[in-house]
């Protein structure tokens, strides 16, 4: 009867409560009223314990573990998974809600994969070295756009422009190779240099009601 009441006693689980006063790497020794325990932290328990918590304690035989962290001085709280960590809901959404900001940090690749992403804020900033962008149709409706850059190359099949007006100005050389070119205005196409030079190899043709030249 008293090596089944030790074998029982030693497979007893028992629960304490008391303060983290030391933290020695991934041990965490816990002041309670059975002594110091030098304990672990259990895998459901994803906040991170720290000095000064008021945690609670579940051990058996020489193994001891910290079950939750019940209490803490300051505000800030850490989620700590050893692995991969996967939030996951079988039916409904997740929600992440913040009063001063949400900051999303990772040295590898941050991937997003879903069949819609609608974006809301007053102000973006992108900060990027190399953008590529792959997609079938982009429709963009913006009051204003500014663009900076020291080089812009577009290849297109076909561009259509439609604007009330248009400003462009060119500080050193604007140069334009065509097939066939094309220009009709309504009103008046006025051409102004101080030196121009129009040379065709065939055909030159001026046609008008008046023609000044000089």
């Known amino acids: 009867m008293k090596n089944l009441a030790t074998k029982l006693e030693a497979e007893t689980v ?15 020794v816990v002041q309670t009223d059975r002594g110091e325990l030098r304990s672990r932290r259990a895998v459901s328990c994803l906040v991170a314990p720290e000095l000064h918590d008021f945690v609670l304690v579940a051990c058996q035989n020489k193994e001891a573990y910290v079950l939750a962290v019940l209490e803490r001085e300051s505000p800030h709280t850490t989620l700590v998974s050893e692995g991969d960590m996967n939030l996951q809901t079988r039916a409904g959404k997740v929600r992440l809600t913040a009063a001063e900001g949400v900051d ?65 100005r060119v500080e050193e050389i604007d140069q334009l190779k065509a097939k066939q070119l094309d220009y009709l205005t309504e009103e008046t196409m006025s051409l102004r240099s101080e030196n121009m030079v129009a040379t065709a190899k065939d055909l030159v043709k001026v046609d008008g009601e008046q023609i000044h030249f000089g």
């Open 104 to 168: 999303v940090v990772t040295p590898k690749a941050l991937n997003l994969v879903s069949q819609e992403l609608a974006m809301h804020a007053h102000t973006a900033k992108l900060m990027l070295e190399d953008v590529v962008a792959l997609g079938t149709r982009v429709v963009a409706e913006l009051a204003e756009t500014r663009l900076r850059g020291n080089v812009l190359d577009k290849v297109f099949e076909r561009v259509s422009e439609r604007v009330k007006r248009s400003f462009r």
């Open 14 to 28: 028992f629960q304490s409560m008391g303060p983290v006063i030391r933290v020695e790497g991934d041990v965490f």
